[in-house]
């Protein structure tokens, strides 16, 4: 009831801001545009076109006041929690202001936080020209000259290669076999890194002809002996190895070889271990797993990893379950047991298991709801009129 | 024409503008009042006798020893473009039409560069902004080089609408524009004007342009009729202007020092 007051006078407050009468607003968070003021006087003389303006501009003195006022608060933070100003790191001080300011929270951006001033504030351009006024860059004129004199530079290093090989022709050594630039662990920067490197926005007009050259300077076959320019513009890529991570076979006292492995579908998470016994039990939780799994589906889905190898009395099952539904904890054992008997079968075998498709975690999760919906998909009556 | 852009010039490129009148009348004093003088007005007098200086002789810099019409001919300046080209404003430029192939005629050429290369020199001497301009691709970095080379200004890149007309919008507040722009090819990649001659005429920035016989040379202050397609004569063009700058900075330098040298003896006279 009071929500929809709420709403209501929300809606005569819309209607009445276009006029120039204002109200001392008390709901402010029904329009934070309008500005508390007092009774009779303009707003819209008052209002400031907030999108015009453009991201907020700091001085160079902003940021050095700034900078100083976060050493000087760090030292007093380490005084606070009784630990030596002088070794106060950044981690230190994200645990204490985590310790002083507790926050229930989710969103981590929302929770209070104490950083050096370069990386709150985004990095911005000094003034470009000295005291007599003449810029410092030869490439200030054409407006993007980070960009610009990467390109010139870039060019260089293709003339530069060029004249290699020229020399090289001419002393008739060009149809050696070089060393080529190892291109397959790394990839190019994206246009946002790119843009963060030069501290300039660039269109994706520009960022494509950037790549054009950069692919014309690595397609002359002497282009090696520039490979730490163009390192410069790559990004290693983490290792993708196609090898299966398997799990470590290990023994136990008695000599029984085991394994361990882990799995999880949806919310449910699980661990199994996988004995080389000779018997084929299998306890879930403590339980068997005919009490366990009452449905033939689900130990069906247990068994047919080692049904497809045809390991099936070999091997004894401890396993540890939790969360989920039924089936989705059905679905994490298979996963788990799979990988457990990884480290039992040859390569040939494993191949078989990756094709089949049970070492492949399954993605899929519960979709959430949108607004304006019923559900995630289910949408509310469609009513002709 | 050119003694007026140059004064033009001259007027633009001081900072104390207003107070210039009124320092001649006081520079004859101050030989008489030492006592009562500022420490500034010994540099301003400085600066005042070494601009004028510059300004005694017609060669100043000496820019006609640096080329030869013999230089230019091996260069291939004189080849225009053919007949179905020519712009009816570069008649008077042209030399003749042999088999349809426009030949510019290099005596005007040379008296126009050397008139070119003096200002060029002038503007350099007194600290001025020097832009070059060229929408070939070809000569982009050639003309790049040559301007980091001198310590001034290139821009071979697309031109955007206010880079001259909107300066402090596009910069930043208190930009300083260009005090003169070389155009070493007068026209844009699809052969229409260069939009920076329209711009630089509309802020007052005087202009020295190679025009080729398809170019129209109206709008620019100081043009130099040449070949603009070839390599050698690129080359030879960005040549001369790195003397030119170079020598003209050296000179300014040269200056500086022997005057900083004498003025400390005068006002304890």
Known sequence: ?385 | MAARALTKGLLGLRHSRAVTVGYSSVGHQYTTAASTESPQQPARDVTEEILNRSLEKPDFFRVSEFFSLKDLFNARVHLGHKKGCRHRLMEPYLYGCRLDHDIIDLDQTVEHLQLALNFTAHVAYRGGIILFVSRRRQFCHLVESTAKDCGEYAHTRYWQGGLLTNGPVQYGPGVRLPDLIIFLSTLNNVFQQHVGIRDAAKMNIPTVGVVDSNCNPSLVTYPVPGNDDTPAAMELYCRLFKMTIKRAKDKRKQMELLYSLSAPSTPSS
Not at chain 1, 122 to 140: I, Y
Not at chain 1, 222 to 228: D, I, K, N, P
Not at chain 1, 273 to 293: A, E
Request: hydrophobic share 35%; charged share 25%; aromatic share 10%.
């Open chain 1, 1 to 385: 009831m009071a929500a929809s007051c709420a709403r209501t006078v929300g809606l005569f407050f819309g209607k009445c801001g276009n006029c120039s009468w204002n109200f001392n607003i008390v709901t402010s968070q029904l329009s934070r545009q309008v500005q508390r003021r007092q009774i009779c006087v303009s707003s819209a003389l008052h209002r400031k076109n907030l999108a015009a303006a453009g991201p907020e501009k700091f001085t160079m003195e902003f940021i050095e006041k700034q900078i100083e006022e976060f050493n000087i608060g760090k030292r007093h933070l380490a005084n606070m929690m009784g630990e030596d100003p002088e070794n106060f790191t950044q981690e230190d001080i994200d645990r204490s202001i985590a310790y002083l300011f507790p926050s229930g929270l989710f969103e981590k951006k929302a929770q209070p936080l104490m950083k050096h001033p370069e990386e709150i504030f985004p990095k911005q351009r000094a003034v470009q020209w000295g005291e007599d006024r003449r810029p410092f860059h030869f490439l200030f004129y054409t407006g993007k000259q980070s960009y610009y004199s990467l390109m010139h530079e870039t060019y260089s290093t293709i003339l530069k290669v060029e004249k290699h090989q020229d020399r090289l022709r001419a002393k008739g050594l060009l149809n050696q076999d070089v060393k080529q630039i190892s291109l397959s662990t790394s990839r190019w920067l994206t246009k946002e890194e790119l843009e963060a490197l030069l501290v300039e926005t660039i269109s994706t007009h520009d960022y494509d002809r950037f790549l054009q050259l950069m692919g014309r300077l690595l397609a002359m076959p002497h282009c090696a002996t520039e490979e730490e320019f163009v390192l410069r513009y790559r990004q290693q890529l983490e290792g993708q190895s196609p090898k299966q991570m398997m799990p470590a076979l290990e023994r136990d006292d008695g000599g029984v070889a085991f394994s361990t492995a882990e799995g999880r579908r949806k919310t449910s998470t699980c661990s199994v271990v996988l004995r080389d016994c000779g018997s084929g039990r299998v306890t879930i939780n403590g339980q068997d797993y005919l009490h366990y799994f009452p449905v033939l589906q689900d130990r069906a889905q247990l068994m047919f990893p080692l049904q497809f190898n045809g390991v099936l009395g070999r091997f004894d099952l401890e396993c540890q379950v939790s969360g989920g539904g039924r089936s989705s904890q059905a679905g994490a054992l298979r996963l788990a047991i799979s990988r457990a008997l990884l480290s039992f079968l040859s390569e040939g075998e494993m191949e078989n298991m990756r094709q089949a498709g049970l070492l492949t975690s399954d993605p899929r999760v519960t979709e959430r709801k949108k607004p304006g919906q019923e559900g995630a998909r289910k949408k509310f009556t469609w009513k002709k009129r």
